[in-house]
């Protein structure tokens, strides 16, 4: 069948068919526009895990939501497809976490590893491990962008987009990244971690091609990353929840800091969503979760925003998503994830519909 015809025989008013891909959609890889990457990494945890959990939990919520958005009604027409042939990287995050498990505790503890062989290699052993993983991603991501997919990736923990980011420096001269969090990840080897989840910008920063990271959200840092801003030379810059709350607070509403906001990116702009950055009711069982942030309203009016800014949005990623005892957190970054997916084919002139008016 062709994709027109597929189209005509799928019923978007029912539930996702069972043995689809993504939020129940019946097509194949070739024919959908968009490509989820699926990450489930998350070796390098400091205090809450199970964002490697979170794909799954995510891909299985998918199936409860409804298909016609408000704001990209035709959406899903476009084609979402989770990619199936990515290497068992569950399987080495789990072996992993197990090895920086004794690591983490020792550093906690005042312990030098140079004392201590056998923490000392272990360290060494993930940090390699964790070279191998940023280079199979990228070659991944590569796989789908060279067929002319517009690529997304879900996560685990914020360690996972290095890779993607290596990709997208490939295709493009420089870009900048919008990045939701509730921190702004510009620790050096965070307890010597080279790919840690606590680093990722600091990594990002190392790649020429990025000239700008616009941090949003920020409710939790320390010392060394505040001078890692003060020493990038404007290269990164910061809203963090305290001063867009005050602002709030004295009449200036978030349409009006969304402008501002998107008027510190460049022309090229990929999107790192932490799902800390939202309100902790959101995602109570995030790993690292911060008091404070924005509402799921906000954060979706701001990407919406950016995608009709004039802007050209070359990806995305959301990550940190981790599953409790119900469905909650699975929901919420289903729900963005299809939002994700929207403003990055609106933005990319692909036909979603127009917003559905009451």
């Known amino acids: ?113 140079n004392e201590n062989p056998k923490l000392k290699s272990d360290l060494e052993n993930i940090n390699v491990a964790g070279t191998k993983f940023k280079s199979d991603l990228k070659e991944r991501i590569l796989h789908w962008m060279n067929q002319g997919k517009l690529v997304g990736l879900l996560g685990g923990d914020h360690s996972t987009p290095l890779g993607y980011y290596k990709a997208l420096a490939e295709k493009h001269e420089s870009f900048g990244i919008l990045h939701l969090d509730a921190h702004m990840d510009l620790r050096d080897a965070y307890e010597g971690f080279t790919y840690s989840h606590a680093s990722i910008m600091f990594n990002a920063l190392k790649i020429p091609q990025i000239k700008k990271i616009v941090q949003v959200g920020i409710r939790d840092f320390c010392e060394q990353e505040v001078e890692v801003v003060r020493e990038s030379g404007k290269r990164v810059k910061i809203f963090t929840d305290a001063d867009l709350k005050a602002e709030q607070f004295q009449g200036i509403n978030w349409a009006e800091q969304c402008k501002a906001i998107i008027s510190e990116l460049p022309e090229n702009v990929h999107i790192s969503f932490d799902i800390d950055g939202l309100y902790p009711g959101y995602c109570p069982n995030t790993g690292t979760p911060v008091p404070g942030g924005f509402s799921f309203e906000q954060a979706a009016f701001l990407l919406t925003k950016l995608a009709e800014s004039g802007k050209k949005i070359i990806g995305f990623d959301l990550v940190e998503v981790a599953p409790g005892e119900d469905d909650w957190d699975g929901n919420v970054g289903a729900r963005m994830l299809f939002h994700l997916c929207g403003v990055l084919a609106k933005s990319k002139g692909l036909p979603v519909g127009s917003q559905i008016q009451f």
Request: proline fraction near 7%; glycine fraction near 8%; aromatic fraction near 10%.
């Open 1 to 113: 069948m062709s994709k027109q015809e597929i189209i005509d025989s799928f019923d978007p008013n029912q539930p996702g068919l069972a043995d689809a891909t993504l939020f129940g959609l019946p097509f194949s890889a070739e024919m959908s526009e968009i490509i989820i990457v699926p990450a489930p990494w998350e070796v390098t945890v400091s205090y809450g895990s199970g964002a490697s959990d979170g794909v799954d939990a995510i891909f299985d919520a998918s199936f409860q939501v409804d298909l016609l958005h408000q704001t990209f009604p035709e959406l899903w027409k476009l084609g979402i497809y989770m990619d199936k042939e990515i290497p068992n990287w569950k399987g080495q995050s789990d072996a992993l976490k197990e090895l920086a498990s004794p690591i983490i505790e020792a550093q906690e503890a005042g312990q030098n590893l």
